[in-house]
């Protein structure tokens, strides 16, 4: 019997210790500010279905004649907002959730961050736009995606800033928890509680809120210097160095790693975040309805391959 060709399990770090000193309750309201088309409080009553879209358009799919997925904005519409309508709470109520977008959570506050935050996450909407707007073949798909689009951003220096990765994920936690998208019988918590034999604050709740974006002194900086250039097919010149930090909510803290990807100097192994290329954010936050969650689809950075 040979192990040829089987990566060897490391060992993972253990958590942010000041978890333990200073733990983070299971809920927290975080006051947010809601960034992008979506933001809007009229916006959602112009927003319109795939059906309806269907009905007005001439539109043939993309997919019939070019494999490339960021062409076909009706796919990836219909993933955005496969959630829209659904009862999380079992009480009779359909919740509305016709936006997308992960939350941000941001971790720097120098003056210099506070001056740029504004337009860091602005050049990040604009990103995505001029991601829909090279979906020729699917125009009004791709408007209605952009118009969907929402970042909630969640800020608070005393409690965020220079947070590590772990105090980001259990603040988060606590966030979506106190945005109450789950029945009140709680009887998923206690059968993951049975199943993992631990008693981490992880909530259910939409898809969306699998992961957050954490936008740290760099990716500030990064985002805000962003300088657009006219012809939208340079955009993959401009953007393809540019990743962003996200974090898995619903990571459980194994002592071990399970295998690596990759080898050599291009190995990795999961540990509960990854880097998301910004080109390739739409067609990633559409991806995530097919899969079990951001370990499945773990290196992000290899969908920037299916363009």
Not at 194 to 222: F, H, Q, W
Not at 260 to 271: A, L
Request: aromatic share 10%; proline share 7%; net charge negative.
């Amino acid at each position: 019997m040979t192990t040829r060709g089987k990566n060897t399990p490391m060992l993972l770090p253990p958590r942010d210790s000041t978890l333990e000193s200073r733990p983070v309750p299971w809920e927290r309201y975080y006051p947010v500010r809601a960034i992008g088309p979506g933001a809007a409080p009229e916006a959602q009553y112009n927003f319109r279905s795939v059906a309806e879209l269907e009905q007005n358009s001439l539109y043939t799919s993309s997919a019939a004649n070019n494999s490339d997925t960021e062409e076909d904005a009706k796919y990836l519409l219909k993933l955005l907002t496969k959630e829209s309508k659904i009862e999380w709470r079992d009480d009779g109520v359909i919740t509305d959730e016709p936006t997308w977008g992960p939350p941000i959570v941001v971790t720097a506050y120098s003056e210099k961050a506070r001056q740029n935050i504004e337009l860091a996450v602005n050049n990040l909407v604009e990103v995505i736009h001029r991601y829909f707007l090279r979906c020729p073949q699917s125009g009004a798909f791709a408007t209605e995606a952009f118009q969907r689009l929402r970042f909630d951003v969640i800020e608070d220096k005393d409690l965020l800033e220079s947070a590590s990765d772990d105090r980001v994920r259990e603040e988060f936690n606590a966030y979506v928890r106190s945005l109450r998208l789950f029945p009140d019988d709680l009887r998923w918590e206690k059968e993951r509680q049975k199943l993992y034999k631990d008693n981490l604050n992880r909530p259910d709740g939409p898809t969306r809120y699998n992961i957050c974006i954490v936008l740290d002194e760099g990716a500030i900086d990064k985002l805000a210097a962003i300088s657009f250039p006219d012809n939208l097919k340079d955009d993959t010149d401009v953007l393809r160095d540019i990743h962003l930090k996200v974090i898995d909510r619903n990571w459980r803290y194994p002592q071990m790693a399970k295998d690596k990807f990759g080898s050599g100097s291009s190995e990795h192994v999961y540990k509960g975040i990854d880097n998301c290329p910004v080109l390739d954010l739409p067609l990633i936050c559409a991806e995530m309805h097919g899969h079990t969650g951001l370990e499945e689809m773990f290196p992000l950075d290899r969908y920037r391959y299916m363009r």
